[in-house]
């Protein structure tokens, strides 16, 4: 959301903590094994201050900027892939990750708590604050997040009192919550030396400030300070709860200036200028907690690959380098890894995949985006002076349409110059001069004495398109002091002496960087064309260049001094990876990721790890004195090349093919449809209340919350006598209306097929033949549940779900009506998956979904198969994988129908749900099999409920393939799991069986 213009009241006092609740770390794991990245953390467990003013954080006085991307957990259900994700984001110069704990997928009923398996939070801090990257952790109590009722439990909607208001059963229920959630969080915080969470928040984007929201905001702030929090705490409410009552410390802005319409991912909003917002914060720096990383897509929509094109590179130039253009030094991008929406994680509109078009692919695998996420990471953790700025007045470039934004940091003159059209949506080619004023505080006359840059005749600046580009002006480093360069400053690294810098330029555009000597240095140029030129007089030497490729110049200074320039074009600059060591930061390139790098001393040899798509060169940039290498364990043969880099080569990874799908066992799934079906041990819908506040009123309740049946599909069997004058009947189903509906109900009469209807009511006509007069009679209903609203306001997210009105055309027939949803409501049979993985269609009550369920009963089936009548069919096949090991080989299912079909199926790996399909809404085809759920060594079960709303239905061609293959240092585990004998006892005695 663009914010408007704010006005702050009364200063807000600056904050400092240093923890004193030692007591708490009782429990405290072990210290962080490496220190995070520009703040001096040290691995003793000490406490460390964090503090903050309104240029930025700072950690032990030491100013940060904090780069951070959004990534759920709880949407990547396989631990050893949350250590992937936050090694890539690091790998990509974040320092910071922002984590919502989702209070549904810990609590399955109240009172309960889960932080254990694919819930261990515990696990995941640990893992953060092990790859040095910072967090800021927003417990809610509610997140929105696109996930069912916005994070808050299901078992909330049967609790009285409006949802983020001071109502007293609410606020029990969410302050057990932030209880236990707390705990551990305070456990992980930097403020205690045990961990790196940076930042906590409170609630998330409240829009309605009033005296109740400010009580209940406070509420949840002094809950915090009483559960050990004392990290500074934040907010994403921008204009709300900016002073007074219920302010967080730190406000933020969250902003999605493309919104999320990715049917057109050309068309651009106006870029909102955030220097005035920065301008009115006194005291806190201008932080954005959730900058647009992306878009969410919904049922029917254009694709996750549109998405990414909306957001693309071209976007993240532009826009992320205005906020940093308007001052902020705290962005975070949501999201920079979505992940998927398994089980029935997803809230109403959106579907299964949760991939976001963010810089990292559901799959894991990395993108363009991604890359240009890494050289702006690098670039705002290596330029220190970034982190204090202050706006610099100068001349507009000498081209028309185009600004330059720029800043300065006040202690050490550092200039920054953020160059693009005026019109951000500009797709014009331009080139200009600006203006530099390069000896700083030089006046002429009294006026400031400007440079014209770039110097050498017949170049320009040039901006084509959507481009911005960062000018680093007066900037000194390791031992080498740079007047200016019109390439982008990537990174640099430094030891005794030797310099190493990383710049880089679109491919074809002319760069020039100038820098200081005394006296004349020696410049060899290693590879490229580089011109050089030293000018006596002023004491700078002058490198024209054109990017492409990698040119290399060494430059020695008189002093004894080096520098190796690194001039890369945009797609060799992605080729590099700046690491953490031991040893300080080291500089690798060619590998498709670097993960980890450790140097030793004694001898003189770095051990590297991460992945490779294909053989290749692998270079070591060596500040320091390493003289042989190892990648993933293994040591690698090295040259010396003229750069003084070690060159080595990698291997890539083996091929794979996987197993078709043609041999699948199938049995039919919806036995309740059928007049005999034996019901008597559901549950009688008859209560007389409920606590809804949006159930319409009549007796007895019919929805299914109120009965423990929160997700998934629902039965509802309605026995009555019938007269014989029955013509129709009229159903209404609650389905969840957020964002549009695509759920679905299908309705029999004594097994006889009356229709389907995807919207919330209808008429069904009754055929007379089909009535048993004066009999038993049975309706049969099958309710698809799209989820629980968000909660945006009074309380939308206890909609009921199922049936709410049943009446018969011709007849007052009473319906007795019983309900039955996933097997054991709240008290769930299978906790490992939890409370989102079951629902209630017939195959999983009776563990038809399980690995180990005996199908060797069913019939054989291949597919495609056309069904021809409304109803659910099961199938089900055995895949055993033997992928080569030290691979990582992200792996989807894929459903085609050679067009539409009135069908909607459950994709379910080894008994976890992982796929909704709708053949005729669309559009995902492809669904994520995560590594850890779907075996990479051994006997996988791929179970498919498909649900034909209408004969011609049926389940498309099935197969497996493949998203990625690289060779790795990850460690996949299996997520442990029941199996079919584990839960069967459990399964008997839940159903009444
Ligand atoms: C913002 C939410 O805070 C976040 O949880 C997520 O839902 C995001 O939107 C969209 O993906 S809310 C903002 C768009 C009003």
Not at 90 to 104: L, P, S, T
Not at 623 to 642: D, E, F, Q
Not at 661 to 680: C, M, N, Q, V, Y
Request: aromatic share 10%; with cysteine; net charge negative.
């Amino acid at each position: 959301m663009d914010s408007g213009s704010i006005a702050l009241g009364g200063p807000r006092a600056r904050w400092c903590v240093r923890a004193v609740l030692l007591a708490l770390l009782a429990t405290a794991p072990c210290m962080p094994a490496r220190a995070l990245e520009g703040a001096p953390l040290q691995a003793n467990g000490a406490s460390h201050t964090v503090t903050y003013d309104r240029y930025s954080l700072l950690v032990d006085g030491k100013r940060i900027y904090l780069w951070s991307g959004s990534f759920h957990y709880w949407r990547l259900p396989s631990p050893s892939l949350w250590k992937d994700v936050l090694q890539k984001m690091k790998a990509a110069g974040y320092n910071g990750v922002e984590i919502y704990f989702h209070w549904g997928f810990h609590s399955p009923r109240p009172g309960v708590y889960d932080f254990s398996g694919i819930r261990d939070v515990d696990r995941l801090l640990d893992m953060a604050r092990d790859e040095g990257i910072y967090v800021i952790a927003r417990p809610g109590p509610y997140i929105n997040a696109e996930t069912d009722g916005g994070g808050f439990p299901a078992w909330l909607a049967a609790t009285t009192g409006k949802p983020r208001t001071t109502a007293p059963e609410y606020t029990a229920a969410y302050k057990d919550w932030l209880t236990h959630i707390d705990a551990i969080i305070a456990r992980h915080q930097v403020t205690n030396g045990t961990g790196s969470v940076l930042l906590y928040q409170v609630e998330n984007e409240l829009y309605t400030e009033n005296d109740d929201t400010r009580r209940y905001m406070q509420d949840i702030a002094d809950k915090a300070r009483a559960d050990g929090i004392t990290v500074p705490l934040t907010g994403n409410h921008n204009d709300n709860f900016l002073t007074g009552l219920g302010a967080p410390q730190i406000p933020g802005f969250d902003s999605y200036p493309l919104d999320f319409d990715c049917t057109q991912p050309d068309r651009w909003n106006k870029l909102y200028d955030f220097s005035s917002e920065r301008m009115a914060l006194k005291d806190t720096p201008l932080f954005f907690p959730e900058y647009q990383g992306g878009a969410f897509d919904q049922w029917g929509g254009a694709g996750n690959a549109k998405c990414r094109e909306l957001t693309g590179v071209p976007f993240e130039r532009v826009f992320y380098k205005a906020n940093i253009a308007a001052g902020s030094t705290m962005q975070n991008f949501y999201m920079t890894y979505g992940g998927i929406n398994w089980g029935y994680l997803a809230s109403p509109g959106v579907y299964t995949s949760y991939d976001y078009g963010a810089a990292i692919e559901a799959s894991r695998k990395l993108t363009a985006k991604y890359d240009q996420q890494k050289m702006l990471g690098y670039f705002v953790q290596s330029v220190a002076p970034l982190a204090k700025t202050e706006r610099l007045p100068v001349r507009p470039p000498t081209q028309q349409g185009l600004r330059d934004d720029a800043r300065i940091n006040p202690d050490d003159g550092t200039q920054f110059h953020f160059v693009r059209h005026a019109d951000a949506a500009s797709k014009a080619d331009d080139s200009t001069h600006v203006w530099m004023n390069l000896a700083a505080g030089e006046t002429e006359g009294g006026k400031v004495v400007y440079t014209s840059v770039p110097q050498q005749p017949d170049t320009a600046l040039r901006i084509n398109g959507r481009d911005s580009k960062i000018l680093l002006a007066h900037y000194r480093f390791g031992s080498q002091d740079l007047v200016y360069s019109t390439s982008e400053w990537m990174t640099q690294i430094s030891s005794g002496g030797r310099d190493i810098a990383l710049l880089y330029g679109r491919n074809g555009e002319d760069g020039e960087t100038v820098l200081r000597y005394k006296a004349a240095p020696q410049v060899r140029v290693l590879a490229g064309q580089v011109a050089s030129h030293f000018d006596a007089k002023a004491g700078t030497l002058r490198l024209n260049y054109r990017h492409d490729g990698l040119a290399r110049v060494l430059i020695g200074g008189a002093d004894g001094t080096s520098l190796l320039l690194l001039l890369a074009d945009d797609a060799t600059a992605a080729t590099f990876w700046q690491l953490p060591s031991n040893e300080g930061p080291v500089l690798v390139r060619g590998p498709y990721l670097v993960r980890e790098a450790a140097v030793s001393t004694t001898d003189a040899s770095a051990s590297l790890k991460g992945d490779a798509t294909r053989p290749g060169e692998l270079e070591f940039f060596n500040p320091g004195t390493v003289k042989s290498l190892s990648w993933n364990g293994r040591a690698i043969g090295t040259s010396v090349t003229p750069s003084g880099s070690l060159l080595a080569q990698v291997d890539g990874p083996l091929p794979v093919t996987l197993p078709t799908l043609d041999r699948w066992k199938t049995h039919a799934g919806s036995p309740e449809a059928g007049p005999r079906f034996d019901d008597h041990t559901w549950a009688r819908a008859n209560l007389a209340s409920t606590k809804n506040p949006y159930w319409d009123g009549h007796s007895p309740i019919w929805n299914s919350d109120d009965y423990g049946f929160h997700h998934g599909a629902v039965w509802y069997r309605g026995h009555f006598k019938a007269t014989g004058h029955e013509t129709g009947i009229i159903l209404g189903v609650y389905m969840g209306v957020h964002l549009g509906n695509h759920g679905v109900f299908t309705v029999w009469l004594n097994g006889h097929y009356l229709g389907s209807n995807p919207s919330s009511s209808q008429l069904f006509n009754i055929d007379p033949s089909w009535l048993q007069p004066g009999k038993d009679n049975v309706l049969a209903v099958l309710v698809d549940n799209m989820g629980h609203n968000q909660e945006e306001r009074n309380g939308v997210s206890k909609e009921p779900h199922g049936l709410y009105k049943a009446t018969f055309l011709g007849s007052d027939a009473a319906i007795s009506w019983s309900i039955q949803g996933n097997l054991g409501g709240e008290d769930g049979v299978d906790a490992v998956r939890g409370p989102f993985n079951d629902g209630g269609l017939y195959g999983e009550r009776e563990g038809w979904s399980l690995p180990g369920f005996d199908d060797s009963s069913w019939k054989d089936a291949t597919l495609p198969a056309t069904a021809a009548e409304a109803g659910v069919q099961w199938y089900r096949t055995n895949v055993t994988l033997d992928l080569p090991t030290g691979q990582d080989i992200p792996i989807a299912l894929k459903i085609d129908d050679a067009s539409e079909r009135p069908y909607r199926a459950l994709i379910i790996i080894n008994g976890w749900q992982v796929g909704r399909y709708i053949s005729d809404v669309g559009p995902q085809h492809e669904f994520e099999l995560p590594a850890g759920l779907l075996h990479a060594h051994g006997p996988n079960t791929i179970a498919i409920a498909s649900w034909s709303t209408a004969a011609g239905g049926g389940l498309g061609k099935v197969s497996l393939v493949v998203q990625g293959n690289v060779i790795t240092s990850l460690k996949i585990d299996d997520v442990a799991a029941p199996g079919y004998r584990d839960l069967e006892g459990k399964m008997k005695a839940s159903s009444g069986r």
